[in-house]
T-cell receptor, first 109, second 114 residues
Framework: GIQVEQSPPDLILQEGANSTLRCNFS?????LQWFHQNPWGQLINLFY???GTKQNGRLSATTVATERYSLLYISSSQTTDSGVYFC???????????FGDGTTLTVKP | KAGVTQTPRYLIKTRGQQVTLSCSPI?????VSWYQQTPGQGLQFLFE???????NKGNFPGRFSGRQFSNSRSEMNVSTLELGDSALYLC?????????????FGQGTRLTVV
């Protein structure tokens, strides 16, 4: 199957700081999504972004499908942004979506 | 519009027993996928059902099975439970499948095997 590498694995920020999370794929994927896992375990949809750039408030994402990576930007971080962020992409050869190991973000007040 | 509903939310079972988990997708969605999340292995794909047919399957033993009903609700079953089956089980629904459309997740079922 494909490999999905997320970086950094852990990130600690002061409230108000900006951050960039990265997701690299070893093979082409479509239907790339970013999720935030809440403390109760539910995956909350952030972006559905097979290609291009999208913005939603303080969050934005960019996917460069031809280079097999995606970036999630968080600006003016808040303590409520803390948690684990996952990216996932569907690979046609594998016939399934594969998740990265996640980036654990801690925002300190 | 109601989201994806998983029941039960929490479950404690004994080794050797079997368990059935349920997932009701978003109305109109025909695809349901199941994932297992553990600290050691992360999020692993179990299987996907579309219009009552299993479309894809991950690398899990035959003890893990599933089905989908005509109303798109899905169940997964784990027989002969092992301690290593303790995990958060998540299901995702999408209109046409993860290959083509956005997936939405339920709150998960947290299974503990003792």
């Amino acid at each position: 199957g494909i490999q999905v590498e997320q970086s950094p694995p852990d990130l600690i920020l002061q409230e108000g700081a900006n951050s960039t999370l990265r997701c690299n794929f070893s093979d082409s994927v479509n239907n790339l999504q970013w999720f935030h896992q809440n403390p109760w375990g539910q995956l909350i949809n952030l972006f559905y972004i097979p290609s291009g750039t999208k913005q939603n408030g303080r969050l934005s994402a960019t996917t460069v499908a031809t280079e097999r990576y995606s970036l999630l930007y968080i600006s003016s971080s808040q303590t409520t942004d803390s948690g684990v962020y996952f990216c996932a992409g569907f690979n046609t050869n594998a016939g399934k979506s594969t998740f990265g190991d996640g980036t654990t973000l801690t925002v300190k007040p | 519009k109601a989201g994806v509903t998983q029941t039960p939310r929490y479950l404690i079972k004994t080794r050797g027993q079997q368990v059935t988990l349920s997932c009701s997708p978003i109305s109109g969605h025909r695809s349901v996928s199941w994932y297992q999340q553990t600290p050691g292995q992360g999020l692993q794909f179990l299987f996907e059902y579309f219009s009552e047919t299993q479309r894809n399957k991950g690398n899990f033993p035959g003890r893990f099975s599933g089905r989908q009903f005509s109303n798109s609700r899905s169940e997964m079953n784990v027989s002969t439970l092992e301690l290593g089956d303790s995990a958060l089980y998540l299901c995702a629904s999408s209109p046409l499948g993860a290959e083509n459309t956005e997936a939405f997740f339920g709150q998960g079922t947290r299974l503990t095997v003792v």
